[in-house]
């Protein structure tokens, strides 16, 4: 079955920490592999996006991705984090090529402390 | 570009009634999908659009939810005879051909009473 776990609900860090965010993936063939954050009541913004080449991916805000087959893995990261941050991040996946339904994580929630 | 707009922002409604959503994907993405978000879970998907055929439906769309893109513009999901469960942020997303990436609206919240 194809399916998204994050195992981490919610991570609390300081500010100016580096994070990291755990993101699992139960796919049949290597998919496309999505980042994106969600402000409370807003959409979805998309951080980064891995298709192909690289295995380390950057994002925007700062952020970047790595991509790891062999574990199944594509975890977010931040070297140092801002209070602007808090928000809750979704890890998701689709098929290569074409169209794409997304298949989201739980989402884990970052709250940042001054 | 002014990204892809939702309307309405909110919506508050009674058990029974009917209510419909409009989404305005980023202008020349023929590609259009509907989400829906309950609390504290990530979006599930609902239905695809490419143009104006309507693709693949989920399980999730029960037949009180229909959705339609009638000029392969701007969308439309209509829930009828709406239910408690039905209470969620409805998302709608947009992408172009030959890419993979969705750009999602700000969502409609659904209350129902």
């Known amino acids: 079955a194809q399916s998204v776990t994050q195992p981490d609900i919610h991570i609390t860090v300081s500010e100016g920490a580096s994070l990291e965010l755990r993101c699992n993936y139960s796919?049949?063939?290597?998919?496309?592999l999505f980042w994106y954050v969600q402000s409370p009541g807003q959409g979805l913004q998309l951080l980064l996006k891995?298709?192909?080449?690289?295995?380390l991916v950057q994002g925007i805000k700062g952020f970047e991705a790595e991509f790891k087959r062999s574990q199944s893995s594509f975890n977010l990261r931040k070297p140092s984090v801002h209070w602007s941050d808090a928000a809750e991040y979704f890890c998701?996946?689709?098929?290569?090529?074409?169209?794409?339904?997304?298949?989201f994580g739980a989402g884990t929630r970052l709250a940042v402390h001054p | 570009d002014t990204g892809v707009s939702q309307n309405p922002r909110h919506k508050i409604t009674k058990r029974g009634q009917n209510v419909t959503f409009r989404c305005d994907p980023i202008?020349?993405?023929?590609?259009l999908y509907w989400y829906r978000q309950t609390l504290g879970q990530g979006p599930e998907f609902l239905t695809y659009f490419q143009n104006e055929a309507q693709l693949e439906k989920s399980r999730l769309l029960s037949d009180r939810f229909s959705a339609e893109r009638p000029k392969g513009s701007f969308s439309t999901l209509e829930i009828q005879r709406t239910e408690q469960g039905d209470s969620a942020m409805y998302l709608c997303a947009s992408s172009p051909d030959q890419q993979g990436t969705q750009y999602f609206g700000p969502g409609t919240r659904l209350t129902v009473l």
């Open positions: 998701a996946v689709g098929p290569s090529g074409g169209y794409n339904k997304l298949i």
């Open positions: 796919y049949g063939a290597t998919p496309y």
């Open positions: 891995y298709f192909s080449g690289d295995t």
């Open positions: 202008s020349e993405h023929n590609r």
